[in-house]
């Protein structure tokens, strides 16, 4: 099975920084990687696919990278509706699994 | 709208059954692959079922794999997700994604979810 791991788990910034998570397949799987954002209290919503394909409506300042093993998502200017927990998810095989998360902080 | 709206969910005792259903609208359900995801409280998302879009092919978490049966009916435009030997570890929020295609992938659109408590 793939296990995917996130990077940090958590990190607290400030309104208008560039951040950057990352996200590691145990196993190549191309493409096939999806972002999601979870604000507090809220359900969970689509953010990339395909690791770099933005989802229609979700604003410009995020992107995705990435291809095999190894991805990122990256928040360009922070803003404080950007306050979530960040998964990834891998789509290549049938397990379909999700990464720990990564919870970002004001 | 887009919507999809579960529900079903309910406090039960370990050892016993519950459906869910997830009614889907705004879109050709017929054509999208459908999964279920659920959330324990206070820990992150995990991947449970998924179903192609002709109901042929099922995919399910090794956690519930002989336990949980996903389903649909696509005259009624609905998903199902037949949960049995339910255990303390399913409570959890279940929620109904949409997928983009008529293969299972990822959710391209979630549910509000509904809520399953197993215990005593």
């Known amino acids: 099975d793939i296990q995917m791991t996130q990077s940090p788990s958590s990190l607290s910034t400030s309104v208008g920084d560039r951040v950057t998570i990352t996200c590691r397949a145990s196993q190549g799987i191309s493409n096939y990687l999806a972002w999601y954002q979870q604000k507090p209290g809220k359900v969970p919503q689509l953010l990339i696919y395909?690791?770099?394909t933005l989802q229609s409506g979700v604003p410009s300042r995020f992107s995705g990278s990435g291809s095999g093993t190894d991805f990122t998502l990256t928040i360009s200017s922070l803003q404080p509706e950007d306050v979530a927990t960040y998964y990834c998810q891998e789509y290549d095989d049938a397990r379909f699994t999700f990464g720990p998360g990564t919870k970002v902080d004001i | 709208e887009v919507q999809l709206l579960e529900s079903g969910g309910r406090l039960v005792q370990p050892g016993r059954s519950l459906r869910l259903s997830c009614a889907a609208s705004?879109?050709?359900?017929?054509?999208?692959?459908m999964t279920w995801v659920r959330q324990a409280p206070g820990k992150g998302l995990e991947w449970v079922s998924g179903l192609s879009a002709n109901g042929d092919t099922a995919f399910y978490a090794d956690s519930v794999k002989g336990r949980f049966t996903v389903s649909r009916d696509n005259s009624k435009n609905t998903l199902y997700l037949q949960m049995s030997s339910l255990r303390v570890a399913d409570t959890a929020i279940y929620y109904c994604?949409?997928?983009?295609?008529?293969?299972?992938?990822?959710?391209?659109?979630w549910g509000q979810g509904t809520l399953v408590t197993v215990s005593s």
């Open positions: 705004g879109f050709a359900f017929s054509d999208y692959g």
């Open positions: 994604t949409k997928g983009r295609g008529s293969i299972v992938s990822f959710s391209a659109l």
């Open positions: 395909a690791a770099s």
